[in-house]
C-alpha cells in the first residue's frame, strides 16, 4: 500500500512538473514559449477535426470528379464502339443484298405475304433481304436499330430447304427484337454501361421459340437506359426517334421496335411491357401491340433486367408489335396454338399453359368506353380517336355503353408502392459506373423526395406542387413485407371492385385514349412521367391491352388546343409539345378481362378491317 501511494504522488509530480521542464527546455535552446490557455487544447482538438472533414471533403470530391470523367470517356467509348459496329455490319449486309429495293415484299399485306412464304412462290432469304433493306432506311433515319443478326440470311436459307408442308406458322417472316432479349451473339444492356458488354451465348426462350415457330430475327432495337421510360434514349446507343416527324419522340421502352416498325422496317416485332412499354412506341410510331394478361406473356427468362428482378405484383411481359392486327394477332395464335411441350418458353414456371380459345374470340362483346381518367385530360385529337374508333365499332354492329375509368389516383398508389419498393436500389446499384441519360430524370427525382424528411414533404414540397398540378406525389412504398401484403390486397380488391362495375354494365371490352398526347419532341419524356397514366391501371390490375392506330393529328387538332385547359402545369407542358404535330400518329386502346386476351386481338382486328 506504502508503495502503491508513493508511486502514484511521483507520478503526479511528473505530470505537474512536466510542462515547466519542457518549457525551460524549449527557452534554454532560445525559443519563445506561448503559454497555454486553459482551453487552448480543444480549440486544437476542433481545428484538427475541421481539417480532417476538409480534407476528406476535398479529396471525395477529386475522387467523384475523377470517376465521373473516367466513366464518361468510358460510356463514349462505348458509344463509339457501337456505332462503328453497327456501320460495319450494316456495310456487309448492304453488299450482300444491293441496293435495290424490293417494293412488292415489303408492301405484302400480312396474310398475303405468309401464304406466300409457306407456298414456296416468295422465298424466305427474299423476304429478309426485302425487310433488311427498308430496316436499313428507317434506321438511317430514326436510329432505331442497335444490331444486325447476320447469322439470319443463313437461318433464312435453311428455312428455304424446308418441305412446304413441314413449315412452321412464321415461316420465313423477318422479326425484329427488343435490344433486352438475348439472341446468340449478341448483347444485350437495356442501355446500361454495365452490361453494355453482356454478350449472349445462347438465344432466350422466346427468341428460340420465334425461330421453332419459322420467323427470322434479323436485328436488336433500341431502348430507355433501365427501360423504365417513356422516352428512348440511352449513352451508349444513343437517341430513337419517330419515322412520322423529326425530332419527335417514338416512345417506351420498346421504342426502338416502335420507330422500326412504325417506318415499315419490319413487320413483327418482339417487345415487353411493365407501364406502357409495348402501347406507348404503338401509339406515338403508327402500329399494333397487344400486353397480355401476366401468365400468358412471353417469357422473360434470358432477358437484361436494368433493376433486376420484376416487382412482386406487378410482372414485366412479353408480347408483339406489328405493322397490323393480323401480324400481332398470327404471333399470338402461333404461340397459344403450341402443345405445352414444343413451347420452348414453358420452362418458366411463369408462363400458364393457356391454349387459343377460338369461342371467346368468336364471341361479340359489349364494349364500354370512357375518354380521360378525371386527372390529366388527353388532348383533343386523342379523345377524336375515341369518338372515331367507336364510330368504327358501332358500325361493325357492336354495342356501346359509356364506363367510369378506374380512380387513377390509387392506381397510383398501386403502381408506385410496387413498382418503386426497392426505391431504386437495384438501379442505383446497376448505374453506379454509368452516365444518367435524361430519360431517368423523372422516376429519379420522385424516389428522391419520396425520401425527404416528412415534416419538410407536408409543409414545404406536397404543398407547392399540390398548388402546381394535380398529378400526385409518390405517397408510400411496399418496401416491407407488412406493407407489400396489404398492398396487394387491397390493389386485389380495387381490381375485384372495377371488374363488378364492369358485370353491372355488362361491360366485355373498354375503349379508352392510346396516349394523353402526339409524339412530343425527344428528350422530354424523362421528366413528364404523367405520360404513362393511360397505360398503368391495366398493369396493376392485370387486364390485357392493346394499341390500334386510329387517325393522325391534324390542324383542326391545332385549333381545338385553344380550348385546352391551362389549369395545371401539365396542361401547359402538353400544349407546348404540341406544336407542329400535325401528321402524328393517334391511337385507341382496348382492353379486356384478365386472361381474355383473344377478345382484345378481335376488336383490333375489326377497328383494322373498318378503317
Given at each position: 500500500h506504502f508503495y502503491k501511494r508513493s508511486k502514484m504522488e511521483s507520478d503526479g509530480r511528473i505530470v505537474t512538473e512536466l510542462p515547466q521542464i519542457m518549457n525551460e527546455t524549449v527557452r534554454a535552446a532560445g525559443a519563445e514559449v506561448l503559454t497555454a490557455g486553459p482551453w487552448d487544447w480543444v480549440y486544437t482538438l476542433v481545428y484538427i477535426l475541421i481539417s480532417i472533414l476538409l480534407f476528406s471533403v476535398i479529396i471525395y470530391i477529386a475522387f467523384r470528379c475523377i470517376k465521373h470523367f473516367r466513366v464518361k470517356n468510358q460510356v463514349a467509348l462505348l458509344l463509339k464502339e457501337n456505332k462503328a459496329t453497327k456501320e460495319a455490319s450494316a456495310a456487309r449486309i448492304e453488299g450482300r443484298i444491293g441496293t435495290r429495293k424490293d417494293t412488292e415484299i415489303i408492301s405484302l399485306p400480312w396474310h398475303e405475304l405468309t401464304s406466300r412464304l409457306k407456298s414456296g412462290s416468295l422465298t424466305a432469304s427474299s423476304a429478309l433481304k426485302a425487310y433488311q433493306g427498308l430496316a436499313l432506311e428507317v434506321d438511317m433515319k430514326t436510329n432505331s436499330v442497335v444490331c444486325w443478326v447476320e447469322d439470319a440470311e443463313d437461318q433464312a436459307r435453311m428455312l428455304d430447304s424446308i418441305p412446304?408442308?413441314?413449315?412452321?406458322?412464321?415461316?420465313?417472316?423477318?422479326?425484329?427484337?427488343?435490344?433486352?432479349?438475348?439472341?446468340?451473339?449478341?448483347?444485350?444492356?437495356?442501355?446500361?454501361?454495365?452490361?453494355?458488354?453482356?454478350?449472349?451465348?445462347?438465344d432466350s426462350p422466346v427468341v428460340e421459340l420465334v425461330k421453332k415457330l419459322g420467323g427470322v430475327p434479323f436485328c436488336?432495337?433500341?431502348?430507355?437506359?433501365?427501360?423504365?421510360?417513356?422516352?428512348?434514349?440511352?449513352?451508349?446507343?444513343?437517341?430513337?426517334?419517330?419515322?412520322?416527324?423529326?425530332?419527335?419522340?417514338?416512345?417506351?421502352?420498346?421504342?426502338?421496335?416502335?420507330?422500326?416498325?412504325?417506318?415499315?422496317?419490319?413487320?413483327?416485332?418482339l417487345g415487353s411491357d411493365i407501364g406502357g412499354s409495348l402501347r406507348n412506341p404503338a401509339a406515338f410510331c403508327g402500329c399494333?401491340?397487344?400486353?397480355?394478361?401476366?401468365?400468358?406473356?412471353?417469357?422473360?427468362?434470358?432477358?437484361?433486367?436494368?433493376?433486376?428482378?420484376?416487382?412482386?405484383?406487378?410482372?414485366v411481359v412479353g408480347g408483339f408489335m406489328g405493322q397490323s392486327a393480323a401480324a400481332v394477332e398470327a404471333g399470338w395464335k402461333a404461340v397459344?396454338?403450341?402443345?405445352?411441350?414444343?413451347?420452348?418458353?414453358?420452362?418458366?414456371?411463369?408462363?400458364?399453359?393457356?391454349?387459343?380459345?377460338?369461342?371467346?374470340?368468336?364471341?361479340?362483346?359489349?364494349?364500354?368506353?370512357?375518354?380521360?381518367?378525371g386527372m390529366i385530360d388527353p388532348t383533343p385529337?386523342?379523345?377524336?380517336?375515341?369518338?372515331?374508333?367507336?364510330?368504327?365499332?358501332?358500325?361493325?354492329?357492336?354495342?356501346?355503353?359509356?364506363?367510369?375509368?378506374?380512380?387513377?389516383?390509387?392506381?397510383?398508389?398501386?403502381?408506385?408502392?410496387?413498382?418503386?419498393?426497392?426505391?431504386?436500389?437495384?438501379l442505383y446499384k446497376n448505374m453506379s459506373n454509368d452516365i444518367y441519360d435524361s430519360t431517368l430524370s423523372g422516376v429519379v427525382a420522385a424516389v428522391t423526395v419520396y425520401k425527404f424528411p416528412w415534416i419538410i414533404k407536408k409543409l414545404i414540397i406536397n404543398p407547392i406542387m399540390s398548388f402546381l398540378t394535380r398529378i400526385p406525389p409518390v405517397v408510400t412504398v411496399y418496401n416491407n413485407a407488412?406493407?407489400?401484403?396489404?398492398?396487394?390486397?387491397?390493389?386485389?380488391?380495387?381490381?375485384?371492385?372495377?371488374?363488378?362495375?364492369?358485370?353491372?354494365?355488362?361491360?366485355?371490352?373498354?375503349?379508352?385514349?392510346?396516349?394523353?398526347?402526339?409524339?412530343?419532341?425527344?428528350?422530354?419524356?424523362?421528366?413528364?412521367?404523367?405520360?404513362?397514366?393511360?397505360?398503368?391501371?391495366?398493369?396493376?390490375?392485370?387486364?390485357?391491352?392493346?394499341?390500334?392506330?386510329?387517325?393522325?393529328?391534324?390542324t383542326d387538332d391545332d385549333a381545338k388546343m385553344a380550348d385546352y385547359p391551362t389549369d395545371d402545369m401539365a396542361y401547359k407542358m402538353i400544349r407546348n409539345y404540341c406544336k407542329e404535330a400535325e401528321g402524328l400518329p393517334l391511337s385507341v386502346q382496348v382492353v379486356g378481362r384478365p386472361y381474355m386476351d383473344e377478345q382484345v386481338l378481335r376488336i383490333l382486328s375489326v377497328l383494322e378491317k373498318f378503317a
Open positions: 412446304a408442308g413441314e413449315r412452321g406458322p412464321l415461316h420465313g417472316v423477318p422479326v425484329s427484337v427488343k435490344e433486352c432479349y438475348d439472341i446468340a451473339g449478341t448483347y444485350s444492356s437495356a442501355g446500361m454501361a454495365m452490361f453494355a458488354r453482356n454478350k449472349a451465348e445462347v436488336k432495337t433500341n431502348v430507355p437506359q433501365v427501360m423504365y421510360s417513356l422516352q428512348c434514349s440511352n449513352p451508349i446507343y444513343g437517341t430513337s426517334t419517330n419515322p412520322h416527324g423529326v425530332g419527335r419522340e417514338c416512345g417506351g421502352s420498346s421504342g426502338g421496335e416502335g420507330a422500326l416498325i412504325g417506318g415499315g422496317g419490319s413487320i413483327l416485332g399494333y401491340s397487344l400486353k397480355p394478361s401476366a401468365g400468358r406473356h412471353l417469357s422473360q427468362l434470358g432477358v437484361v433486367a436494368g433493376t433486376g428482378p420484376s416487382p412482386v405484383g406487378i410482372s397459344w396454338r403450341l402443345e405445352s411441350d414444343q413451347n420452348c418458353q414453358m420452362v418458366d414456371t411463369g408462363v400458364l399453359p393457356m391454349s387459343w380459345n377460338q369461342k371467346l374470340y368468336d364471341k361479340k362483346p359489349r364494349i364500354g368506353y370512357f375518354t380521360t381518367d385529337g386523342c379523345v377524336r380517336a375515341v369518338t372515331e374508333a367507336l364510330d368504327r365499332l358501332k358500325k361493325a354492329g357492336f354495342e356501346t355503353v359509356e364506363i367510369p375509368s378506374p380512380d387513377i389516383y390509387e392506381v397510383m398508389v398501386h403502381f408506385n408502392g410496387i413498382v418503386l419498393a426497392e426505391l431504386n436500389s437495384g407488412t406493407k407489400l401484403a396489404a398492398g396487394l390486397s387491397a390493389r386485389d380488391q380495387f381490381t375485384r371492385d372495377y371488374l363488378k362495375q364492369m358485370d353491372n354494365l355488362g361491360v366485355d371490352i373498354i375503349l379508352c385514349p392510346g396516349q394523353l398526347l402526339p409524339a412530343p419532341p425527344t428528350g422530354v419524356l424523362g421528366m413528364f412521367v404523367a405520360a404513362v397514366s393511360p397505360y398503368i391501371p391495366w398493369n396493376v390490375m392485370n387486364f390485357p391491352a392493346g394499341i390500334a392506330p386510329i387517325t393522325k393529328w391534324t
